[in-house]
């Protein structure tokens, strides 16, 4: 439901059954995050592929290769690195320069948070955006090194 409204009450059960089934499975192959955790070598998985060959009269095989995860991926990493994997221009040691700087930045935004008396549920989430930042810093001094005739 979206909404609180039915979608599929002008629908069968059975057509019910293979809209509900059908979007699972597309949402396991399409996004990255629920492939990972729903995809191949799952029961969740073994179970949905069975039942929709069962309801839509196909070989399970098929289906379970028709759905599979496109690009499986653990959600659950670093998010320095989930940043800085989009940035393969950057050399390994300005990799690990700008790790250390959003670390310290992030270490250091925790401290004055607990020095404040306050509980830092968010550093986490300061340590993201200070990589954010550190990574568009880096390109507008790059930019500038350019507009500078460097490098």
Avoid at 32 to 58: K, N, P
Avoid at 134 to 142: P, T
Wanted: with cysteine; proline share 3%.
């Amino acid at each position: 439901m979206i909404n609180g409204d039915k979608q599929m009450s002008d629908l069968s059960d059975l057509q019910q059954a293979q809209k509900a089934i059908g979007h699972v499975l597309r949402q396991i192959r399409e996004r990255s995050e629920i492939g990972w955790y729903l995809g191949h070598g799952t029961e969740s998985f073994a179970l949905l592929t069975e039942a929709a060959a069962t309801l839509f009269g196909t070989d399970v095989e098929q289906v379970r290769k028709d759905f599979a995860p496109l690009n499986a991926a653990n959600p659950v990493r670093d998010p320095i690195e989930a940043i800085l994997s989009q940035k393969p221009e950057l050399t390994e040691e300005e990799t690990d320069l700008l790790k250390a700087v959003a670390t310290h930045l992030g270490k250091e935004a925790m401290q004055t948070a607990n020095d404040a008396g306050t509980k830092c549920d968010q550093c986490g989430y300061t340590r993201l955006m200070t990589a954010r930042q550190l990574v568009s810093w880096s390109e507008d001094l790059e930019l500038l090194a350019k507009a500078k005739g460097g490098a």
